[in-house]
């Protein structure tokens, strides 16, 4: 019998660090790779080198691949596929789980594969031929943007699309255990690949498999899409002796167990038999691929508790006769429950109620958080001060269900097997055609008349007391929440796709403990490109989907009105923005009354953790609006709020947000005197748009208008300023520099210092040179565009090779005080770069610095599509003090230094770092406290 205790196994972290390759590898009988040729791809002296795989030791010939921190001639030897494995032998890109809740499937963990170049990933013919020692499980590990660019599904790939036809289903089978961010079993598992190695999953992969004898060769082939995706990953495992349950996954009224028969041996689907917790419960069989999937569903009106365990047993014959048995526990994940009391008694007008806002220029983001700005109306247009107009035609409208595509068509040319559930082919039983977006297309010029849309849907949904499988097929984003008494914007979160994808599903469960009528709040937004939205229940008997409050029997009502209790309407800044708020600029709350008043004198707001004074309330026509000044006291970062109000029935509310604030920036009196003049060769020097390079204190009139800075109109005059938060990047964008996130403010020897804005349109001219004269000495910083020469802003540039060979010619060197926003002390300092001008970081610029004790110098080229290099001067900071270091005769560590300073102490040489209050020179450091601490000096 075998178990399968359906958590995480161990990795193999701990070991595989502390052991070297060959001692690994002894711990198998032989390796299963023995060799591989590759045959077309990018065989190069330093990065691109031919495959490698586990137990193999290379050289790549390149700094910081193919994991950060590694010299260009470090060998490094392929371990073992895990948690952040090197992916390629040209990139720092790692494997990780898929998302943070999903990690790798554990049928990975383990086990040898291969790294391939990255930048094979276009090439035809291209070949790999895999010598195998023993029978063996070959998985395949493709980009999900493979074939259609969308990584919110699996590639399109295979037979007849044109890309990796050789990925034929009839050899290599998707694994569909539903270890995937949709939790589908019908969609392949997938994992996630950290570009950066830095902790952000930038890729999701989809894991397919296939069987290879052992002693004979396999062949993989070419992935050329023409597109920039990552090379496919092969992990090698070895060939289990017959069928295994490989998952089983629960939810709240029922668990799937899947067993996987690898085309070794056929299962018998009749002779499955499945106890659950001892008792003998009837499952209905199912067969996909090699999968047989044994469900079973509870008693009607029977849940499982979040978060209870469970164990299933399950015994089967295959064909032959042969019998199995395997025992798994699992866990019932958590799940939301609403509660009884924020039921109504009673709901009219069949319907639902639907507010649309459409701006005429982009949000900038794509997340939950932006559109709740923007729905809020907290976009500014710079140029009449007060929120864009509304674009679409109608602000409110009112529906009976939401089946929305942008043209009211179908979404693809083949409806009858979707991406959608309701089209002119689906349900087969009775169609139910999409319709147009309410009030779309309205007047907007941008992208194709129904881009950078939010839409709010509202209603009261009849559910009676049990279980609830609901979804929403969306391009792109959405939010389904519920509230106490009527929908507002925090509620909560029942279902949740936050950012950009085609037209796909995202299914959640809840309970419902009593009958009555619940407040729901649909927020869907849609950024560029496609756009459609559906919003279903599905019958957990027949599998059926339903529209809510759609014509299917069976369906969800709705209603558009109930006496709901009094609610958080309105929220400036959303909960959730990461954007900039000066001094004086007001954040507010609207509260509206309902069955129940909002109590004015309950209200109060907490700004990192203290009462914030001075708030204004004013009470009318049933609705509270609260606005509070943004004071200059907060400086520049980060900030956490709670906004605290209650009901006329004693019910209270804690509103929890974030928030970040700059410095107010008043360009006024500018006195330049370390830049004397630039000279510009090679640029495009226009009458309008694209000037040449201007510096602190210059004035021009630009030509464009909203360029430099958004409000500005075409002839009007603007002058160069000093380096600060919020500093217009270039002349002929409206980009600005920022700091790197709200954590990593822009670094204190940049603001302030003189700068030269140079013209974006530049960045791909050669030759291109400035020549700009100084009062030496100074300290010069280049800001380059970390996505210099591998298009990945998640790392530093890529310089060299041909990529602005001269910073390290001339002698620049990477300023690293650990200022950036990935918390790597080994990587340059970094700023951002907001290109909207509109509080979203687009990108990131690493720092490098020179001290030039001359009277002029010169910058040259850029020759990437990237934003161009900002240059900024400053005087030469006077030395750090040091501290030197001695024992005292009580064996006491004795720190001393000369000048103003500041000591600070740390736990971790990467901080975080805390001044130690009222240290003066000489200060004495007791060891026998046996607690390790570092020690460093700032100037104030």
Request: glycine letters at 10%.
């Amino acid at each position: 019998m075998k178990t399968l205790k359906q958590t995480r196994l161990p990795k193999l972290v701990a070991w595989a660090a502390a052991l070297s390759c060959a001692s690994l590898l002894s711990l198998q009988a032989i390796p299963i790779i023995t060799d591989v040729v590759e045959t077309g791809g990018d065989n190069e002296d330093t990065d691109t080198v031919t495959a490698k795989w586990t137990g193999v030791t290379f050289v790549s010939g390149k700094a910081n691949e193919p994991i950060p921190g590694t010299a260009a001639e470090d060998p490094y030897t392929v371990g073992l596929f895990e948690d952040l494995a090197p992916a390629m032998v040209d990139r720092s890109h790692a494997y990780t789980g898929a998302a943070p809740d999903l990690p790798i499937p554990d049928y990975l963990l383990g086990n040898e594969y291969i790294m391939i170049g990255n930048d094979n990933k276009n090439n035809d013919p291209f070949q790999l031929d895999v010598t195998v020692s023993e029978d063996c499980l070959v998985y395949l590990l493709i980009d999900n943007r493979c074939g259609d660019g969308d990584g919110a599904n699996p590639p399109t790939i295979g037979p007849g699309t044109g890309v990796m036809e050789w990925v034929d289903p009839a050899t290599w089978v998707p694994m569909l255990t539903g270890w995937n961010r949709m939790h589908n079993p019908d969609q392949p598992d997938e994992i996630g690949i950290d570009e950066g190695r830095n902790g952000d999953i930038n890729q999701q992969y989809s894991v397919y498999r296939t069987f290879v004898p052992g002693g004979s060769v396999f062949s993989t082939y070419e992935q050329n899409d023409g597109g920039g995706r990552n090379m496919y990953g092969i992990v090698v495992a070895p060939a289990p002796e017959g069928p295994e349950l490989v998952t089983v996954s629960a939810w709240a009224v029922g668990f799937t167990a899947t067993i996987d028969d690898y085309g070794m041996a056929t299962l018998d689907e009749a002779s499955l038999q499945v106890q659950l917790d001892g008792e003998t419960v009837t499952v209905s069989p199912s067969k996909v691929y090699t999968f047989t999937r044994a469900g079973y569903t509870l008693p009607e009106g029977e849940v499982f508790p979040p978060g209870s365990e469970h164990t299933v047993v399950v015994s089967a014959q295959d064909t032959e006769g042969k019998s199995y048995e395997w025992t798994a526990s699992f866990t019932v994940p958590e799940y939301p429950v609403i509660p009884a009391e924020w039921a109504l008694d009673s709901a009219s007008d069949p319907g639902m109620n639907v507010g649309i806002y459409q701006m005429d220029v982009s949000r900038g983001g794509n997340s939950l958080a932006d559109a709740e700005q923007q729905w809020a109306r907290g976009y500014i247009d710079p140029l009449t001060g007060e929120p864009y107009e509304n674009m679409a035609f109608v602000d409110t409208d009112e529906v009976d269900y939401v089946n929305w595509e942008q043209e009211g068509l179908d979404i693809d040319d083949t409806p009858e097997d979707g991406p959608d559930h309701f089209n002119s082919a689906l349900p087969a039983d009775g169609p139910i055609p999409n319709d147009f977006m309410p009030g779309l297309p309205g007047f907007s010029v941008v992208g194709d008349g129904v881009d950078n849309v939010t839409i709010q849907v509202t209603t009261y949904l009849y559910l009676t007391k049990g279980y609830y499988k609901m979804g929403v097929n969306s391009d792109d984003g959405f939010r389904v929440s519920v509230a106490p008494g009527q929908p507002d914007v925090f509620g909560m979160t029942l279902g949740l796709f936050d950012g950009g994808r085609g037209a796909a599903d995202t299914l959640f469960d809840f309970v419902v403990t009593q009958d009555g009528y619940y407040p729901f709040r649909l927020l869907y937004w849609e950024g560029g490109s496609g756009a459609n939205v559906e919003w279903f229940t599905v019958n957990q008997q027949t599998g059926e989907y339903l529209l809510i409050n759609g014509p299917q029997s069976g369906a969800v009502k709705a209603y558009k009105t109930a006496a709901g209790r009094a609610h958080l309407s309105k929220m400036l800044p959303a909960p959730g923005w990461t954007g900039f708020l000066s001094a004086g600029d007001q954040m507010q709350w609207v509260l509206e009354d309902g069955s129940t008043t909002v109590d004015r004198d309950s209200i109060k707001l907490l700004v990192d953790g203290e009462e914030a004074a001075g708030l204004n309330i004013s009470q009318a026509g049933g609705v509270t609006t609260v606005t509070w000044p943004v004071s200059a006291d907060y400086g520049l970062h980060a900030h956490t709020g709670a906004f605290i109000w209650a009901e006329s029935n004693g019910a209270t509310w804690t509103n929890e947000f974030s928030f970040s604030t700059v410095k107010d920036w008043k360009e006024g009196e500018i006195t330049a005197n370390l830049i004397v003049n630039v000279t510009e060769t090679g640029g495009d020097a226009e009458q309008v748009d694209t000037l040449v390079a201007q510096w602190t204190g210059q004035t021009f009139v630009n030509g464009v208008a909203n360029e430099p800075r958004l409000g500005s109109e075409a002839n009007d005059l603007y002058t160069v300023g000093l380096f600060v938060e919020g500093a217009p990047a270039f002349v002929d964008r409206p980009h600005i520099w920022v700091s790197a996130d709200p954590e990593t403010p822009i670094p204190d020897y940049l603001v302030g210092g003189e700068y030269v804005m140079i013209g974006n349109d530049n960045k791909n001219n050669d030759p291109f040179q400035l020549d700009i004269t100084v009062n030496p000495p100074v300290m010069a910083y280049l800001l380059i565009d970390n996505r210099l020469g591998d298009d990945n802003s998640g790392d530093p540039p890529a310089l060299g090779d041909g990529t602005m060979d001269w910073v390290l010619n001339d002698g620049w060197e990477p300023v690293k005080t650990g200022a950036n926003p990935f918390g790597n002390p080994d990587w340059p300092d970094m700023v951002g770069i907001d290109e909207n001008a509109d509080g979203t970081i687009n990108g990131y610029d690493s720092i490098y610095r020179k001290k030039i004790d001359t009277s002029s110098f010169s910058t040259y080229e850029c020759i990437t599509g990237n934003n161009i290099y900002g240059v900024v001067i400053t005087e030469v900071p006077a030395a750090p003090p040091e501290i030197r270091v001695s024992l005292n005769a009580e064996g006491q560590v004795v720190l001393e230094w000369e000048g103003e300073a500041v000591l600070q102490q740390a736990e971790q040489v990467t901080g975080p770092w805390a001044d130690v209050a009222e240290a003066a020179s000489p200060f004495t450091v007791d060891p026998s406290a046996g607690k390790m601490m570092f020690f460093r000096l700032r100037q104030p």
